[in-house]
């Protein structure tokens, strides 16, 4: 660790010793930590940051987007597969493909759970939020046990027991509360050596005027390195390591708001690997222009995301002949991966993901030493976006999938209009509707008289005519349900865990 004479001269170098304004009044605890924090600043690396964060926050983003306007150009129908667009007996190949590969252990799931969830306003890591199921079930335990389910799924059809290693990223804000959400909870029935929590850097918010901001007298303010710092945390932590230890060679990316998120989807993962592919896209078809969405598609030539706060208005709202939006490709944050384009991103490209900047509101310390919480932004937030490596890719693909089957995430607190608790679970409920009409179920309304099947709805403006939910453990993505509720009437609020399930299958 350095002396407080060192941190002095070299924070001097930078014009950044404003840092050590309250270093009298600090106990020496704080101090101690505080230089500790200091000592892990790459000065060099801190210099570029601060120029390049004011650089890239006035002045570049108005080029940067005219200049993306002039590049776009949408992803070619045809280069896009998809459910829609396939044959049941294609999309059964992938799924057989898909399954195979889970079977062999070599499949693995990551999830993004670095964020801070500040839309969503819970002072928590996301996955721990509860959208209000009957079941109460929260984010997290949702997506253990859709891998527990397809685990089983691929171990019944191969006949031997295989692993799909969840491996979580976190942040400083996340670790945490997650480690201990996850032990309270005995891993959701997973394996807790098959979860591997590692954590993504963190680096320091930037004021307007280039200066490094303090959140206490004697802590810099700092915010994750954004989704993109996947990369180098994959090698901070050595994940790559563990993942050819464990004979993993496919990785499904996927952030954490997506309820209806398919774990190691084995469509998915069947549609890449038979296509050869390094790096893929899932892709849901855009909603409406200013929807939050990063688009697929090609910036000169090469395949990219473009995310929704950089691309300008009038591109997003660019229509074709028939009306429909010419940038469509939603992205939904639902990756593939080679475990060998991983590495030769880690080993040749890391340093040249692009740096992405958001002005944001971070609360500071002011020269009197009050804590400040801005109502305007003012300070620069640098991050990096985990679809930036698609532009490596040898092999990209791009997978279009229904987005009520697929994609609802929880952005936003109740109140707002999209994206929040309700619409999550009125989606994630709609669904399950869906799938015990399609296996041959009836409901009955209060009085025990046949509810009509009402046609499939996609709406999120409305609760679903009936609560129906079925635990992961049950189902996956719908199959194993006929023998379980054909020809049978059903009273609600109905939820189907494992144990109605043994009685149903008894009656
Ligand atoms: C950097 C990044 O991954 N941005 C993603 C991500 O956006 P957030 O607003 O950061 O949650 O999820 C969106 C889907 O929910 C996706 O469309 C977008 O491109």
């Not at 390094?278 to 939050?292: H, S």
């Not at 950089?310 to 591109?315: A, G, K, N």
């Not at 028939?322 to 030769?344: K, M, P, Q, W």
């Not at 985990?386 to 987005?403: A, L």
Request: proline share 6%; net charge negative.
């Amino acid at each position: 660790m350095i002396t407080f004479e060192e941190a002095k001269t070299r924070l001097e170098v930078v014009g950044q010793s404003h840092l050590l304004r309250f270093w009298p009044e600090l106990s020496e605890e704080e101090k101690s930590r505080f230089l500790g924090e200091l000592s892990e600043l790459n000065i060099k690396e801190l210099e570029d940051h601060c120029r390049g964060a004011t650089k890239a926050a006035f002045g570049q983003q108005t080029s940067l987007q005219d200049g993306l306007h002039r590049e776009m150009e949408p992803v070619p129908p045809e280069f896009i597969g998809g459910v829609k667009r396939s044959d049941k007996n294609t999309l059964d190949d992938w799924e057989n493909e898909g399954i195979l590969q889970i079977s062999r252990n070599k499949v693995a799931v990551l999830l993004l759970a670095g964020g801070q969830g500040t839309r969503l306003g819970v002072p928590y890591p996301k996955g721990m939020y509860s959208v209000g199921l009957p079941s109460k079930k929260t984010l997290y335990q949702i997506q253990a046990e859709r891998i527990r389910k397809v685990q089983e799924l691929a171990a019944g059809k191969h006949g031997s027991k295989c692993t799909v290693p969840w491996y979580i990223m976190t942040s400083e804000f996340t670790l945490d509360p997650t480690e201990k959400f996850f032990r309270e909870n005995h891993h959701f029935g997973l394996d807790p050596g098959n979860v591997v929590m590692f954590e993504q850097r963190m680096v320091p918010a930037v004021g307007f005027d280039g200066k490094l901001l303090l959140e206490q007298k004697g802590k810099i303010a700092m915010a994750p390195d954004g989704n993109g710092g996947l990369y180098r945390a994959l090698v901070d932590n050595q994940v790559l390591e563990d993942m050819e230890k464990r004979g993993v060679e496919y990785l499904h990316v996927y952030c954490v708001d997506n309820i209806l998120v398919k774990m190691a989807d084995p469509v998915f993962i069947g549609f890449c690997v038979r296509k050869g592919a390094d790096c893929g896209a899932k892709v849901v078809e855009k909603a409406y222009p200013e929807e939050p969405v990063g688009v697929v598609c090609q910036v000169g030539g090469v395949y990219q995301v473009v995310e929704y706060s950089e691309v300008l208005p009038e591109t997003a709202k660019l229509r074709g002949a028939a009306g429909e939006l010419v940038y469509s490709a939603g992205n939904i944050c639902n990756h593939f991966f080679t475990r060998d384009f991983l590495r030769s991103v880690t080993q040749h490209f890391q340093g040249e993901l692009k740096q992405h900047v958001a002005l944001k509101k971070v609360p500071f310390m002011d020269e009197e030493g009050n804590l400040v919480k801005p109502s305007k932004p003012n300070g620069i937030k640098m991050e990096k976006y985990v679809f930036d490596v698609f532009q490596f890719s040898k092999k990209f693909v791009v997978f279009e999938v229904p987005r009520e089957e697929e994609f609802s995430p929880l952005k936003n607190a109740d109140g707002a209009a999209l994206d929040t608790p309700t619409t999550a679970r009125r989606s994630l409920l709609a669904q399950h509707y869906r799938w015990a009409l399609a296996a041959g179920a009836t409901f009955l309304d209060h009085q025990g008289a046949p509810l009509p099947p009402e046609p499939c709805r996609t709406s999120q403006d409305e609760d679903p005519p009936v609560v129906c939910e079925i635990s992961p453990l049950v189902s996956y993505f719908g199959e194993g349900l006929e023998q379980l509720l054909k020809d049978k009437a059903i009273t609600c609020p109905f939820i189907l865990d494992e144990v109605e399930a043994e009685k149903l299958l008894k009656n």
